[in-house]
């Protein structure tokens, strides 16, 4: 495999997803295309802004399923016309959940030798229609080992592979801080993510302390005492790299749903450098917890563990740089892309910057 590789990218991109990433890693050694299947609009967008775009996406998408009753059904004929014209090597899909069978047998687009691998980064109980249990996959990735566990068990699969989630080596990185920076961001305890009930329950006992929660804007019916502390910005990019950075700690907790995995912040947060407590349970199979990762199992021991780690600031720099070092090392897009073919049976080209032969972590 070499630079005149086909790869075609199938899922929603917005900056510092996982489809972003894997197209930033991807993009100099392979002819790389994206298309989102979410987009109504196409083209259209660039001209309407983001914005715009993104509410009459959203609208159009409810209009669609009221009538036709199938959420991608204006978008899979514009998405099967990009597969033949491209006739990809290999197609990454991230959307497994809402892709239709048929769809995904025809992303080949008359190529047979592509092998169409399919990545689901989300919990379990957003499996929503679940098609990528009718789809021919060549093999399928979840980041949780129950899912995995459940499949082979219960269907009999050999396809489906547990591979935990990454960082952006370019976009999840150390960055200085400047005082209006610090200014800005700095806290002794940040949050970032969606303040659902779970969450904003969960940080009960943080209200009245110094936080700051970064995302969405809660919705107006969350009426927790903690959504006090959200700041209303979503963090991206360099600005996500500053506000753990300016944090003392990074409090990460993990959906409830997350039975066997680790979320991709725990990834991101540990390539920015910043230091982390966190809940997630598959933290021993990517970072040594309480030499790189400190973690917690219930609400009395996350207090007890920040009253402790906002007393050593000396130790949690030490920690936040060893897991940075090991996210760098061995958890970075590129990583899981080369674990992504070895399944398949491909290698990357030569000049790719992972190989075969360094994976740590690999799919199993």
């Known amino acids: 495999m070499g630079a005149d590789t086909r790869v075609l990218l199938v899922g929603s991109a917005p900056f510092d997803s996982v489809i972003d990433s894997y197209r930033r890693a991807l993009s100099p050694h392979y002819q790389v295309q994206h298309f989102d299947p979410f987009s109504v609009l196409g083209g259209l967008e660039n001209r309407l802004g983001p914005s715009r775009a993104l509410r009459l996406n959203v609208r159009i998408g409810y209009l669609v399923n009221m009538f036709v009753r199938e959420p991608l059904a204006l978008v899979e004929p514009r998405l ?7 006739a990809p090597d290999i197609v990454l899909v991230t959307c497994i959940e ?4 048929k769809v995904v047998a025809g992303l080949r687009g008359g190529n047979m030798r592509c092998k169409v691998i399919g990545v689901f980064s989300d919990a379990m109980v957003n499996f ?5 249990f009718g789809a021919d996959y060549h093999a399928l990735f979840f980041k949780d080992h129950y899912i995995v566990d459940r499949f082979r068990a219960k269907l009999g699969w050999r396809h489906v592979h547990y591979l935990p989630q990454a960082c952006d080596r370019v976009l999840h990185r150390k960055l200085p801080l400047s005082d209006a920076d610090r200014a800005t961001y700095g806290c002794d305890i940040t949050v970032a993510g969606n303040l659902y009930p779970w969450r904003a329950a969960m940080l009960g006992p943080l209200v009245g302390r110094d936080v700051k929660i970064w995302g969405p804007p809660p919705s107006s019916w969350l009426e927790y005492p903690i959504a006090a502390r959200h700041t209303g910005r979503y963090v991206a990019g360099d600005e996500k790299c500053k506000a753990m950075l300016a944090s003392r700690i990074v409090l990460n907790q993990n959906h409830y749903a997350e039975v066997a995995g680790t979320n991709k912040r725990t990834f991101e947060v540990a390539a920015i450098g910043a230091f982390q407590l966190t809940d997630t349970p598959a933290l021993s199979d990517v970072f040594d917890p309480e030499t790189e990762v400190s973690s917690f199992g219930t609400q009395k021991e996350m207090i007890e563990k920040i009253d402790y780690f906002l007393a050593r600031p000396e130790l949690c720099a030490e920690m936040a740089e060893r897991a940075r070092v090991r996210a760098h090392a061995q958890h970075t897009y590129e990583h899981r892309w080369v674990a992504h073919l070895e399944t398949v049976g491909l290698r990357p080209p030569t000049e790719f910057p992972v190989q075969p032969e ?3 972590v690999r799919a199993v």
């Not at 809402?98 to 069978?101: E, G």
């Open 128 to 132: 929503g229609r679940s098609y990528f």
């Open 80 to 86: 099967l016309r990009v597969a033949r014209e491209f």
């Open 358 to 360: 360094s994976l740590v």
């Open 98 to 101: 809402s892709l239709r069978p």
